[in-house]
């Protein structure tokens, strides 16, 4: 295989082997009590996609330069608002059949996890909000955005890299919401993801730094997660 074609199989497979994985460990293995080490072994092969695609494919690394006053600022601000806009769902759609629907497959995952308790909430609010977040982006904007942006204009680049990122999460909230919200929730709900996208893309893009979409994309997950303690385990909660 030419190098230019290894390059193209590499950003294929990174494109589609997450939405892959979510399916196998969200809904075709979700019971099986080896889901959390499907889960472990597929983020291990992601993070090993960049590698290879660096390493034996060849692809072009961009140099991350240290983020100004500035870019934080724009992480900071623009995640404040996304998270903003979580709650303000949050509360448009609490105590409706889309509350109770969630309620008992995050309840579920939490349990997988070992999560259900303060304590241990609270580890895997940290780690999904502080280190996944940071893996995200280390995957999705430093190596697939930045690798598609050689190749493709800039708006292509960023339109692809977004959709790439929120098609998994398509399978993710089905696994919590269901067929009967594909339509009403699910979709608008992973269009929302891919906007995300597109606004953490240009944001590594102006500072060629992993910092402001990072901030931006902690925030959005610590809301994210804050509403999932509030559906499960709120004190006086269902």
């Known amino acids: 295989m030419a190098g230019r074609d290894r390059q193209l199989a590499v950003l294929v497979a990174a494109m589609v082997f997450p939405t892959v994985a979510s399916w196998l460990y969200f809904l075709t293995f979700a019971d099986r009590e080896w889901m959390r080490q499907l889960y472990f072994g597929s983020k291990l092969v992601q993070a090993a ?54 309620r008992a497959p995050i309840r579920a995952r939490l349990e997988a ?13 940290v780690a999904l909000s502080l280190a996944h977040s940071l893996f995200e982006e280390y995957y999705w904007r430093w190596f697939l955005f930045g690798s598609l942006r050689r190749r493709l204009p800039r708006a292509a680049a960023v339109t692809v890299a977004a959709a790439a990122f929120a098609t998994h999460h398509v399978v993710i909230l089905h696994a919590f919401l269901g067929p009967r919200y594909l339509l009403a929730a699910t979709l608008p709900f992973s269009a929302a993801v891919a906007l995300g996208g597109v606004l953490w893309c240009l944001l590594y893009d102006r500072w060629r730094s992993l910092a402001a979409p990072w901030l931006s994309h902690a925030l959005v997950d610590g809301a994210i997660m804050a509403v999932a303690w509030a559906l499960v385990l709120r004190p006086g909660g269902p």
Request: charged share 10%; aromatic share 8%.
């Open 49 to 102: 996609l960049p590698l290879l695609g660096w390493g034996l494919a060849g692809l072009p690394r961009d140099r991350l330069r240290r983020a100004p006053a500035a870019g934080w600022l724009a992480g900071a601000a623009s995640g404040v608002l996304l998270a903003a806009g979580i709650g303000l769902a949050y509360l448009l759609f609490a105590g409706t059949t889309l509350e109770e629907v969630a």
């Open 113 to 125: 996890f070992a999560a259900t308790s303060t304590t241990g909430f609270l580890a895997l609010a």
